[in-house]
Structure formats: C-alpha cells, structure tokens
C-alpha cells in the first residue's frame, strides 16, 4: 500500500507562495490519481486540487484557488505538488494529500484513502 509524506508548509504573509511536497512510496505512483485536500480548525475537510493519472485529462480545482494554485505529478521524483501562488489569509489550514479510490466524487474526501499526515500552512494578513 502506498505511504504518502507531505512537507512545505508554513508561515508566510499574505501574497506569498509556497509549495507543497507529498512524496510516495509503495505502489505504482504513475497509477495514481492524486488530490489535495485543506482542513482549517473547526471545518471540514475541503477538496483542493486534482489530478487525474492520465495527465491528458486537466487537472480540476476548487474555484477558490482556481488560478492561484497549481497541481502537478512528478513521475521521475514519485513526488505530487502543490504550487501556491498569491496566498490569502482564508488559506490557512493543514494540508493533505490522497490517493483516489476510482469511484465516487474526486471532490469528496470520501472518495479517497492513503492520506498523508498533513502539513500545516498558515497566511498571515
């Protein structure tokens, strides 16, 4: 089963970036499709971004990072990213990485397993 390690997080002003890391291992990476996922204190868990494991198919994201975030899957490195750019105070959660089940929502956390164990990001205004 894979193992998935997520890192880059932390505290930044508001209009910075970051980037986010969620390393695999175990399993067949380039067989993954792959999500992150953002939990603030006292919310639920809220999809971010998607990608499909055919890179054909555009990545999907939730309208409130739509053009500010960016997911991508390095094959060479067994490594998922998350490039975040112009980050706003409403940003701070823990972040989470997930492998999708194949069915179901790829919205719904319900639809995955395999997550990380997150990494904290904190915008200050």
């Known amino acids: 089963q894979v193992q998935l390690t997520e890192s880059g997080g932390g505290l930044v002003q508001a209009g910075a970036s970051l980037r986010l890391s969620c390393a695999a291992s175990?399993?067949?990476?380039?067989?993954?499709?792959m999500a992150w996922f953002r939990q603030a204190p006292g919310k639920e868990r809220e999809f971010v971004a998607f990608?499909?494991?055919?890179?054909?198919?555009?990545?999907g994201y939730a309208d409130s990072v739509k053009g500010r975030f960016t997911i991508r899957k390095d094959l060479a490195k067994n490594t998922l990213f998350l490039e975040m750019n112009n980050l706003k105070p409403e940003d701070t959660a823990v972040y989470y990485c997930?492998?999708?089940?194949?069915?179901?929502?790829?919205?719904?956390?319900?639809?995955?397993?395999?997550w990380g164990q997150g990494t904290q990001v904190t915008v200050s205004s």
């Open positions: 990608e499909y494991y055919a890179t054909v198919v555009s990545p």
């Open positions: 175990g399993g067949t990476f380039s067989r993954y499709s």
């Open positions: 997930a492998v999708y089940r194949g069915s179901g929502s790829f919205r719904s956390a319900e639809s995955f397993d395999s």
